[in-house]
């Protein structure tokens, strides 16, 4: 379930890049964008598969990259940009964040945590 949904959390936010592309495209170059969401997407989708089959450093991993991202937010430079950012962005920011927590909660605290604490001779799925 977490997988999913950080999966419909990065879908959402390439969703969202499209419809607002005109204002982030005043931000960041065309192929600035493109490497760096692709570059991105491999990465998650790299981290999203080892988390799945049960990598506890993944999920390590995961919250670091986290907690990186909500102090880059804290930034005065970012702050700017979301205060200009269309409205939708804007809501994305915020279904983003409580999708984010939602992901962290289900890796870390809820039943979902034991998928990382089982023996290591346990198959994996």
């Known amino acids: 379930m977490a997988i999913r949904l950080a999966a419909i959390n990065y879908s959402l936010g390439l969703i969202v890049l499209v419809f607002t ?13 493109i490497v760096s969401q692709c570059l991105s997407l491999a990465l998650l989708v790299w981290l999203y598969y080892k988390i799945y089959v049960g990598r506890n450093w993944a999920r390590i991993t995961l919250l670091a990259f986290s907690v990186l ?57």
């Open 69 to 125: 991202g909500g102090l880059m937010t804290m930034s005065s430079v970012f702050m700017g940009v979301v205060i200009a950012a269309p409205a939708v962005a804007k809501v994305q920011m915020s279904v983003g964040l409580a999708i984010n927590l939602a992901v962290l909660w289900l890796l870390f605290i809820s039943p979902g945590r034991h998928w990382f604490r089982r023996s290591s001779g346990e198959a994996v799925a």
């Open 21 to 33: 592309y005109e204002y982030f495209s005043k931000l960041q170059s065309s192929g600035s964008m």
